[in-house]
């Protein structure tokens, strides 16, 4: 239940306390006054309207006891109660102090417009009840004043009553707002050492971290102080076998440096070696390309003459094909001179000697053929073989020409080597010089060695006196941190 509600709540009940109290009061009055009732209701129906509005008033609360309408429903009841009382009692005139209690009961809800209402119902009920009393009271004379005068105090108490709620009102406005300014104004002012505590806190756990880091520093600085001091005395002793070492480091190095001169000597003259056999695949590829040439000449006059032979084969085979012709004619010429007889005879003659020369012309030819056809097997034979050796020749090339360019990069990583060997050369010079000043140094350092000891031991103490220091400052602030984390 929120505050609000506990409040409706509250005034709730203790208006049902008050409201029952004047129920009571009224039904009693109605009942002990019953003699001297004079007007049109009896004591029967108001005690009956009573009860009723006494339930509807129980009922009320009961229902609404906890919610704001519920105030509503009980002044109603309490109006309607005391309108009842004051019909039926006008012969009674100081009835009408029930409304200063009603009043007294509206108080209690500081509302001001139903305040307002119900002050002005009860006004208006006790201007009701004047003209009842005037038409049935029978001491109108003596107690007229009595209720004019009942009803200007009724009036002033309602002005009262309404005049009171406002400024009561006023002030507890102005106080709310009083309250929630400084509610604001102190949950800002709470915000605020919340955010610096937060920081403070924030800080205290940084300074904390960083007094532990710097503990174990300090802590990590002591074993290095004690761990140089005994490196220190070791590189003391170290020092005097490093000078006999550069002792020998130097020999090394003046061999080396004879080597490096000897190498760079011997990598000139191969240079030389390389650049003369250079020259010399430059000429051979020249020698190479000439001899290619010729065979490619050479070549080309083989093909001519296999072409020429294969002329004089068609020359020979027409001469064979014209012996052949002329061995006929020969033939047919015997044969006319046989029929011609005698007449014929110095003809056949004639005929046999041509086909005897047609026939040692054939012979002839065909050996020429013979001879022919072999010439062109070896001309072909040969022909190949020159083709293979143009072939070759262009392959020699090729790799006199391939050979040439590995002397060209053998050449430059030869140039490369020897440049490289006089830079070497040179630095092995430096490094000699180097080594001699290194052993200077290393005389000096084992001075400064002795001085560097005695140093660590003097910071090795100053470390312990400082670890203590950090190590209180530590504890101290560790207390603060733990109070910070506290009060969070």
Known sequence: MSIKERHIYERNKLAFKLGSIILVFELLSTILYQDQRVGFMNTA??????????????????????????????????????????????????????????MMFVLLFADNTLTLVTTISIVAVNIIYVPLFYKYSVEVADRQMAVLTDVIFAILIGLMTIFYVRLNSKHNYETVEEIEEGARQQEENAKIMQEVGN????????????????????????????????????????????TEMNSNITESLENIAHQSRAMLRNADEVTE?????????????????ESSAI??????????????????KDIVSTILDISGQTNLLALNASIEAARAGEAGKGFAVVADEIRALSEHTKESAEEIANTIDDLIKKVTIASNNMQRSVDSANEQGEMIAETGDKFKEILEKVSDLTRRAAVISEDVDSCVDANTKVMDAISNLSATSEEVAASAESSITISEDCEADMKATEDILHEILEISRANK
């Open 45 to 102: 129906i108001m005690s009956v309207l009573q009860v009723l509005i006494g339930a509807f008033f129980v009922f009320s609360y009961l229902k609404f006891g906890k919610r704001s309408r519920g105030k509503y429903f009980m002044i109603l009841a309490q109006i309607l109660t005391y309108f009842v009382v004051m019909l039926g009692c006008v012969h009674i005139t100081y009835m009408w102090a029930f409304g200063p209690g009603i």
């Open 199 to 242: 920081q403070i806190a924030a800080k205290l756990e940084d300074a904390n971290d960083a007094m532990e880091a710097l503990a174990e520093k300090v802590t990590s600085s002591a074993e290095s102080a004690q761990q140089i001091s005994s490196s220190v005395t070791m590189t003391a002793e170290a020092i005097q076998t490093q």
């Open 273 to 289: 070696n390389i650049s003369d056999g250079n020259t010399l695949v430059q000429e051979l590829r020249t020698k190479s390309d």
């Open 295 to 312: 065979n490619a000449e050479t070549a080309t006059m083989t093909a001519d003459l296999q072409q020429s032979a294969d002329t004089v």
